[in-house]
C-alpha cells in the first residue's frame, strides 16, 4: 500500500522497493497502474466493435468521448483533427484517468509528482515542433521565431520554454495541493470536511486535465498553418 | 539566536507571508475575468461555447501565479532545505 507522510512533498519519496541502483517509488507503481487500466480497458471494449445494429455502452461511451474530443480539437486547430487527436486525446485521458482514479484508497495520483508533469510537459514541448515542422516545413517554422523583427528571437525562445515550464507546475502545484490540503485536513477534522475537499480535488483534477490538453493543442496549432490561412483567408474576404 | 530557531521562524513566517499575499492577486484577476465573461455570454448567447472555453483556459493561466505561490510555500514548510542541512547538523 502507498501511504505518504504528511512531510513528504510528492509521490516519489515513498520508496516501495529498492534493488541497488533501481527504486521503485509510489509515481512509477501507480504510472503503471494507469497504462494498465487504460490499456486493458480499451482492448476489452474494442475487442468486438460492431457498426451495425447494437454497440455496446461502452463502445458507445467510447465514441462520445472520442467525438467530442475530434469537436474540440477542430474547433482549436481550424483544421481536421488527424494525427492531433492521438497526442491531445491521449494527454488528456491520461491525466484524466491519474487524477480521478485519487478517490480509490491507497492510490496516489502520478501527476502530484514533478517528475510525471514535467515528462508530459517536455513531450509537449517536443510535439510542437514536430507539428509544426510537419505542417510548414523546417524554415518555415524556424522564421516563426525571428517574427515580427529578429530581436524578438531570445523572447520567443524564452516564452516557448516558460510556458513549457507552466504546464508542469500548474498541472503538478493543483494536483498536489488537492492531495496535502487533504491530508491536512483529515489529521485535523476528519470524517466529513475531508469528503468536500476530496470532492473539489475531483473537479480539479478534471479541470487541469482539460487545460493541459486545451493549452498543448493552442501551443501546437499556434505553431502550424492552418489558423493563420483561415484568418488571412477571412480577411481577404472582407476586404473585399 | 541560534540558526536552527532563524530558519525555522523565517520559512514558517515566509511561508505565511508567501500564500496569503500571493493569492490576492489571481483572486482579483479572476473575478474580473469572470465579470467579463458573463458580460460576453450575454450580448452574445450563441457563441458562449467558445466564450466558456477560452475563459476556462484564461482563468487556469490566472490561477497558476496562485499556484506558483501555494508550490513556494509548500516547498517552505514540507521540503525545505535549508531546514534540512540545519537539522543535519545539529543531529550529526
Given at each position: 500500500m502507498d501511504f505518504m507522510q504528511l512531510?513528504?512533498?510528492?509521490?516519489?519519496?515513498?520508496?516501495?522497493w529498492q534493488w541497488g541502483l533501481i527504486s521503485l517509488n509510489a509515481t512509477i507503481v501507480c504510472t503503471w497502474v494507469v497504462i494498465a487500466l487504460l490499456g486493458i480497458g480499451s482492448w476489452l471494449i474494442t475487442r468486438r466493435l460492431s457498426t451495425a445494429g447494437h454497440p455496446s455502452r461502452w463502445q458507445s461511451l467510447l465514441e462520445v468521448s472520442v467525438n467530442a474530443m475530434r469537436q474540440q480539437i477542430r474547433e482549436i486547430a481550424q483544421d481536421a483533427p488527424g494525427s492531433y487527436l492521438y497526442f491531445a486525446g491521449t494527454l488528456f485521458v491520461f491525466i484524466l484517468t491519474s487524477n480521478l482514479l485519487s478517490v480509490v484508497p491507497g492510490y496516489i495520483a502520478p501527476t502530484a509528482s514533478l517528475s510525471t508533469t514535467a515528462a508530459l510537459a517536455i513531450c509537449v514541448f517536443a510535439a510542437v515542433p514536430f507539428y509544426g515542422i510537419l505542417s510548414r516545413g523546417f524554415r518555415g517554422y524556424l522564421k516563426q521565431y525571428i517574427q515580427p523583427t529578429v530581436f524578438m528571437l531570445p523572447f520567443n525562445v524564452i516564452g516557448e520554454l516558460s510556458r513549457t515550464l507552466a504546464l508542469a507546475v500548474r498541472l503538478f502545484g493543483n494536483i498536489m495541493s488537492g492531495m496535502k490540503i487533504a491530508a491536512i485536513l483529515l489529521a485535523l477534522a476528519p470524517l466529513f470536511f475531508p469528503i468536500v475537499m476530496h470532492a473539489l480535488g475531483l473537479l480539479t483534477g478534471a479541470i487541469q486535465a482539460y487545460i493541459f490538453s486545451v493549452l498543448a493543442m493552442v501551443y501546437i496549432a499556434s505553431a502550424g498553418r492552418a489558423r493563420e490561412q483561415k484568418e488571412s483567408g477571412q480577411d481577404k474576404d472582407q476586404i473585399k | 539566536m541560534d540558526s536552527i530557531s532563524l530558519i525555522g521562524m523565517g520559512s514558517v513566517i515566509t511561508a505565511g507571508l508567501t500564500i496569503g499575499i500571493g493569492a490576492i492577486g489571481p483572486a482579483l484577476g479572476e473575478g474580473r475575468a469572470v465579470a467579463q465573461g458573463l458580460a460576453s455570454i450575454a450580448q452574445q448567447p450563441d457563441e458562449s461555447n467558445t466564450i466558456t472555453r477560452t475563459l476556462f483556459v484564461g482563468l487556469a493561466m490566472i490561477e497558476s501565479t496562485a499556484i506558483y505561490a501555494f508550490v513556494v510555500s509548500m516547498i517552505l514548510l514540507f521540503a525545505n532545505p535549508f531546514w534540512d542541512y540545519v537539522v543535519a547538523q545539529a543531529g550529526g
Open positions: 512531510k513528504d512533498i510528492s509521490p516519489d519519496q515513498v520508496v516501495l | -
